[in-house]
Structure formats: structure tokens, C-alpha cells
């Protein structure tokens, strides 16, 4: 990649809140996969394991995104609430795909990784929710 020292291009995924979700580069121990079928639905953003280069890896990560229109006032925290459920909800169909689970070695089908489960919510370009579900 021009410009870069490593030639390594770099993947990074930062939550609008500024809070750091995860990061991941091109060949590093995380392939970050988007709209991927999983149980009937489709993940937003994934982080998924490479146990060729990382076999000790303990974590993964599911990222369901839930977007408001902009303008207006601010969501109540009831509405805010509804989101992360109805995203709860979809994270909880997507991480019990047994294929998913069998191929990240998720602790849920008897290997090693624990599995987390994220929540963003926008308002525009405005970051309202950032919690694991």
C-alpha cells in the first residue's frame, strides 16, 4: 500500500462514541466479515478468529448496528431501550448458528472462545448506544 512502511493494509472498527469496539489488520489475527448469514438472519459486522495464525485466541465479536434518522429530538431511553432488545434479539439467533459456533470454537459448543455481542445505535452520524448485548 503506498505509503505504508508494513505495505500491510490496516482495518479498524471504532464506534462513533469514540469508544474502541476492536481492531484488526490484514494478516493479523481477526477477519472482519459484514453481512454474513448466520441462523437465518445476517450479521452486521464480525470479528472472526483466525486460529491458523492465532490459535490461543479466546474472543470473537458480533456488531448488530441500529441507525435513527437524523433530525429531530433525541429518542427517549424507552425507545433507546427497544433498539438494543430488538438487536439483543437478533445477536441471540445469530451466535446460536451451530455451524458459527463449531467454526469460531465458540465456549457454547465446548471450545475455547468466549463470544461478545455488540450494540451501536446512531442518531445520524451520532453515536447513542454502545453496550454489549
Known amino acids: 500500500m503506498p505509503?505504508?512502511?508494513?505495505?500491510?493494509?490496516?482495518?479498524?472498527?471504532?464506534?462513533?462514541?469514540g469508544t474502541r469496539c476492536s481492531c484488526a489488520?490484514?494478516?493479523g489475527p481477526y477477519v472482519v466479515a459484514r453481512e454474513r448469514e448466520a441462523n437465518g438472519g445476517f450479521y452486521d459486522l464480525a470479528l472472526s478468529p483466525r486460529f491458523d495464525i492465532a490459535p490461543q485466541i479466546a474472543h470473537a465479536?458480533?456488531?448488530?448496528?441500529?441507525?435513527?434518522?437524523?433530525?429531530?429530538r433525541k429518542p427517549a431511553k424507552a425507545a433507546l431501550a427497544a433498539l438494543k432488545a430488538e438487536a439483543a434479539q437478533?445477536?441471540?439467533r445469530y451466535s446460536a448458528d451451530s455451524g458459527l459456533a463449531k467454526k469460531w470454537r465458540l465456549a457454547a459448543s465446548g471450545g475455547h472462545v468466549s463470544l461478545h455481542?455488540?450494540?451501536?445505535?446512531?442518531?445520524?452520524?451520532?453515536?447513542?448506544?454502545?453496550e454489549e448485548a
Open 3 to 17: 505509503g505504508s512502511s508494513t505495505g500491510r493494509r490496516r482495518f479498524a472498527i471504532w464506534s462513533a462514541c
Open 25 to 27: 489488520r490484514a494478516g
Open 61 to 72: 465479536g458480533l456488531v448488530e448496528l441500529k441507525y435513527l434518522k437524523p433530525g429531530g
Open 90 to 92: 437478533q445477536l441471540d
Open 117 to 130: 455481542r455488540l450494540v451501536l445505535v446512531f442518531k445520524g452520524g451520532d453515536c447513542l448506544l454502545a
